[in-house]
DNA sequence: TGATCACTTGCAAAGGTGTTCAATTGTTGT
DNA sequence: ACAACAATTGAACACCTTTGCAAGTGATCA
């Protein structure tokens, strides 16, 4: 394998880690969306949006092709869905788990707010 | 809840986003292990190996703890294991896409050796 | 106490990413 | 052929991340 595995595993989570590519790529999971689609979904700028396609595209995750004069994106990996499903659990997971530890930081608690945090 | 889910997902996988952590993460996921046993396996400088640990640490992922003048750091979500096994289902599944769309492109293969994987 | 080990932190340089605007391509309708 | 639309590209700028070194902390042990 010429770029090993763990880089490979590094990229494609860079290619996820960004608001907008989240989204799409949500959307995408559910049906095929044409750009302007998109665009209605997220309050972007069209060029931002353009860019954001790009990257995926450029991974590999998606594809797109014209279709009555509009570009329609599709994923090209339906597991992508369970990657996100997966990534929800985990985050609410840990989420939860903040909230166990700390459960006297969310209301507005006057007496010894201090927060110790093991700095 | 305070921060859009779409943008905690995509900070988490930015978290993800890095060869070290890649590793340090799936290491974890095998067994607990010190900081000098990390620094064993992956090639890298101590503090710099510190810096991704801290990454890690901020966004929970990992929690470490002192034992006999060690520093020993475990997982803190189990099932970040699965999300990079999926990762690397996703991974190889459009690897082999593009082997399949590009057979021409790599070593110069004549007899069939091709792979289908429809969309 | 002082030396040493195991890590961590601060910081500056270098490199990379995201956002926007303007310009461009390509397609469709007149 | 031209205008209008849909989407993309290029370039400049600001911002964030990564890296390595030097310095610092904090526990353990002689």
Known sequence: MSVP?????AEFFRTLGHPAR???LE???ERDHAVHELLDEITIEPS????????????SMVVSRR????????ISAPEVRDLLLAARR???GLAAQLADLEPE?????????QRRQAR
């Open 5 to 9: 595995l763990y880089q490979a595993k």
């Open 22 to 24: 989240i989204r799409i």
């Open 27 to 29: 959307l995408l999971s």
């Open 48 to 59: 931002n949006l353009s860019q954001q396609l790009s990257v995926l595209r450029r991974s």
């Open 67 to 74: 279709r009555d004069g509009e570009v329609v994106y599709s």
């Open 90 to 92: 985990i985050l609410l």
């Open 105 to 113: 930081l969310t209301p507005p608690q006057p007496s010894g707010s």
